[in-house]
């Protein structure tokens, strides 16, 4: 086969080099515009799972490049004058040049040929290939002359970064954050051989500017970066190798195939370097494109299909993974003010991939650290007597809402049943809620509960406008008082434009209009959800005068009823939520425009409320934080904004959910996939947060608060799978003191020994399943020929 390769980065030398060496016949020559020991750039990182992997393709590169690189175990966090260390991350580092030399040195040892100083800017000279791969980097010229085809998306992300080395021989990867007069500025610094570091400054644009780096030579950016992380250099300087001052694209191709054409590294995709991740996913491409090729010998087209087709979905998590991380770093100025060491915790486990258990098993000190951290927090902020020495794991610690208090931060989220009679709630009712709070749950939510019966979404929804209501109510309040810790809160809604429609399980389903016996409904605007609703009558001021005095009867009734608690449902496009997205909201009068007319009725709403709800008893409102649709409606930034209200207006904490108020809502799901909201609401509005939306795991729920991003978190359908999520994950933590009602007590010992042997197991198997240190898996494949010698 002829084999021609656009690029002499790390991605085609690699390919290169496994061709070549599987098929030592193929004519493979790769072109390469600059000069062999001309790179730009400094260090790049592995982890040991990737090194793993280049260790069975490829072991004379491997050998080589863990002959030449720096190991490192540890995570550095310098901020605000103080260092917190992480162990357990296993990384190595090594010089970019040296990274090059040794492929280069390989793929020639095989008989690659390689031409340096040779930019390609066409095909024509390939016509004859039987495979031309263009691993020509960021500003790929084979992506470009085929561009029509391979239809590349490039996000330019708002951040400014620079990639600077340092003479300074670091001991761990090393994040610094430092304040400026001008911003906050951030180091991300990890060390590539003896004495060398790569240095790469970042900061928001404005922070740029207003530095007046946007006017910098090469050499006053040195200068100003010198002097600002003077401290951290200590003496050492900072070195510059074609550093200008750049925005991370992120690139994504919608086709990585043309003909016999193939794009592989950055050329195709890239991912922030906060994930250290380009020069991995750049090699794991090559090993990915030879497996294809060794698969499909004689058919490059059906190796070059089976290789997009194989690889898209990894490289597509890894880029959310990136996109996910360097948001995080987009948003640091928001954590201004954030203990060292939850900065330290969110920042590692910002992109999902490193959780509370994962990083337990890194570091245990850490997380304890943490832990102990957490609990003094509680102690501190809320006068809970809490064990600070030895502190339970985040999730089990408790909670204040002006008097109320939580055993424990985990909260059934409110889940429509559908089951009623005329809004009565049932024995279904009664069975639903009090099960989920004898299972363990901090605070258990009604469904959400109508003010009125225009105002139920289905004619099967709960509601609480009769006084025939309250007694049905009162039953469900003294069971789960009388027999278990939690505390129960009645979620208040009316339906407003999805009044009227039906059942779930009935006719067309959720969202869709009643086949039979309608009723009028209304909202902020005429717009109906779906075009086959009904259309709602926009609101009167008469309209929003009995709204407001159904909530108020509604909430008089939720005092009688014995709720500890009420939340205000002002999202998913009902009736008040119908007021704060301006995608239904239509309004020219004062009740639409900016945000804070739209949420002129919502707030009277709960002003009204809470004049009636005693003063000891707490308030949440849930919003949705975005309507997921893009250029229109709600975002976060707006979210923060109606937060912001929301506290001014006394509102205890904000329940945050999203979408649910368009059908053009194009939500981007995922694990956790709200939660960056409730994290933006927290710190940005200063107010407590609730967590909400595929958050499935104990783990993940401790993952959140460890780092900040919530207060209480809130799980729906995995409630429904198992009431028992809260005590069974108590048992797996070795938590013994939450409550379990007497007449269960028997099962708790032995659910606990279940606990602990199966954790057990699970060590053993985690243990088994660690990628080897290079130096651990060198050893051992050379104790393995000695023996094959012997
Ligand atoms: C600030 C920063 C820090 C980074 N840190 C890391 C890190 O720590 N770890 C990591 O893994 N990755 C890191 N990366 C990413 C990494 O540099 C790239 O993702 C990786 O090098 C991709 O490899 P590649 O082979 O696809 O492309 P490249 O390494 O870009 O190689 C492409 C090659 O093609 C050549 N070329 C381009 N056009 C032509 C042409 N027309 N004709 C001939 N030759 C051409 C170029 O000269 C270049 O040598 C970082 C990136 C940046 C910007
Ligand atoms: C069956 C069901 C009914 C729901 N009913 C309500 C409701 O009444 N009020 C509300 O605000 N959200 C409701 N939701 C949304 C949940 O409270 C929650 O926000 C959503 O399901 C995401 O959480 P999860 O991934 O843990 O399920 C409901 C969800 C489900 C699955």
């Known amino acids: 086969m002829k084999i021609r390769i656009v690029g002499g980065g790390p991605g085609g030398l690699y390919l290169a080099v496994l061709l070549k060496k599987h098929n030592p016949d193929d004519d493979i020559q790769v072109y390469e515009r600059n000069r062999p020991d001309d790179t730009f750039g400094f260090g790049v990182v592995f982890s040991d799972e990737t090194l ?93 002359l085929y561009r029509a085809h391979f239809r590349p998306q490039v996000d330019e992300r708002p951040n400014k970064f620079v990639w600077l080395g340092a003479t300074k021989p ?3 990867f090393t994040f610094i954050f430092r304040n400026t007069e001008h911003g906050l500025f951030q180091v991300h610094a990890y060390r590539y051989d003896q004495e060398l570091a790569t240095w790469i400054v970042e900061t928001t644009e404005d922070t740029w500017r207003r530095a007046g780096l946007d006017r910098a030579s090469e050499a006053d950016t040195v200068a100003f970066c010198e002097k600002l992380f003077a401290e951290d250099l200590a003496g050492s300087r900072l070195i510059s190798n074609r550093s200008i001052w750049r925005s991370f694209p992120t690139i994504k191709c919608e086709r990585w195939v043309h003909d016999n054409i193939v794009l592989i590294g950055d050329a195709v995709h890239t991912a922030h370097f906060s994930i250290g991740s380009g020069t991995k996913l750049a090699m794991e491409d090559a090993i990915h494109l030879y497996e294809a ?13 089976a290789f997009e087709a194989g690889r898209r979905e990894e490289v597509s998590i890894l880029q959310h993974a990136a996109q996910v991380s360097l948001e995080w770093f987009e948003h640091t100025p928001r954590y201004r003010g954030v203990d060292p060491l939850q900065l330290a915790f969110s920042l590692l486990s910002r992109s999902k991939r490193i959780t509370y258990d ?31 020495e030895k502190p339970v794991p985040p999730m089990f610690q408790p909670f204040r809402l002006r008097d109320m208090e939580l055993a424990n931060r985990v909260v059934v ?69 009388a027999h278990t810790r939690a505390k129960v809160c009645l979620q208040l809604g009316h339906a407003g434009p999805k009044a009227s429609t039906c059942l779930p399980w009935q006719d067309r389903g959720m969202d869709w209009p009643l086949p039979e016996g309608n009723w009028p409904i209304m909202a902020a605007s005429p717009v109906p959800y779906r075009p086959e609703s009904q259309v709602p009558r926009e609101m009167t001021r008469a309209d929003m005068d009995k709204v407001i005095a159904d909530f108020v009867a509604a909430a008089r009734r939720a005092l009688a009823a014995g709720f500890d608690m009420i939340e205000i449902h002002m999202a998913h496009g009902y009736l008040l939520s119908s007021f704060i997205t301006p995608l239904m909201n239509r309004r020219t009068d004062e009740y639409g425009g900016s945000i804070e007319n739209r949420m002129r009725f919502p707030l009277e709403v709960f002003d009204a409320v809470r004049a009636v709800w005693p003063a000891e008893k707490p308030m949440s409102v849930r919003i949705s934080a975005t309507d997921w649709v893009e250029d229109m409606g709600v975002t976060g930034d707006d979210a923060v904004v109606i937060a912001r209200l929301l506290r001014a207006h006394g509102v205890d904490i904000v329940d945050v959910s999203a979408g649910q108020t368009s059908l053009r809502a194009k939500p981007v799901y995922g694990r956790m996939f709200q939660t960056p909201f409730a994290d933006q609401v927290r710190h940005e509005a200063r107010i407590a947060t609730i967590a ?78 660690r990628p080897e240190k290079p130096r651990e898996a060198l050893a051992r494949l050379d104790a393995l020929r000695l023996r094959r010698v012997g």
């Open 52 to 144: 793993g992997e280049f260790l069975e393709y490829d072991e004379p590169s491997y050998r080589a490049i863990t002959e030449s690189f720096a190991y490192w175990d540890e995570i550095e966090v310098h901020v605000g004058g103080q260092v917190v260390r992480s162990g357990g991350h296993g990384f190595c580092g090594m010089a970019r040049k040296q990274l090059l030399l040794l492929l280069q040195r390989r793929a020639r040892e095989l008989g690659v040929k390689l031409h340096f100083q040779s930019e390609i800017r066409d095909l024509a000279g390939f016509a004859d290939a039987d495979l031309i791969v263009g691993a020509d980097g960021i500003n790929s010229r084979v992506r470009e």
């Open 170 to 172: 670091l001991e761990t």
């Open 293 to 305: 090729i060794r698969r499909h010998p004689g058919d490059v087209r059906a190796a070059l299909a």
């Open 358 to 388: 994962n990083l337990r098993l890194r570091d245990a000190d850490f997380v304890a650290a943490v832990d102990r951290w957490f609990a003094q927090q509680v102690r501190e902020r809320f006068g809970f007597a809490v064990n600070t």
């Open 413 to 481: 989220s409110p889940m429509c049943q559908y089951s009623a009679t005329d809004g009565l709630p049932n024995d279904w009712t009664f069975q639903h809620l009090t099960s989920r709070a004898l299972g363990g749950a901090g605070l258990v939510f009604t469904e959400m509960t109508d003010v009125s019966e225009e105002g139920r979404i289905t004619p099967g929804c709960t509601g609480i406008y009769r006084d025939e209501h309250v007694p049905a109510w009162k039953r469900i309040t003294d069971f789960i008082h």
């Open 692 to 769: 909400v939306g595929n958050i499935t795991t104990a783990d993940q729920v401790n993952t959140i608060l460890a780092a900040g991003r919530a207060d209480l978190v809130a799980l729906a359908r995995p409630h429904l799978a198992n009431p028992y999520f809260t005590l069974q994950a108590a048992a797996r933590y070795g938590v013994a003191e939450q409550y379990w009602p007497p007449q269960y007590e028997s099962a708790k010992a032995q659910l606990e020994t279940l606990a602990r042997r199966q954790n057990e197991e699970l060590a053993e198997l985690r243990a088994a399943a």
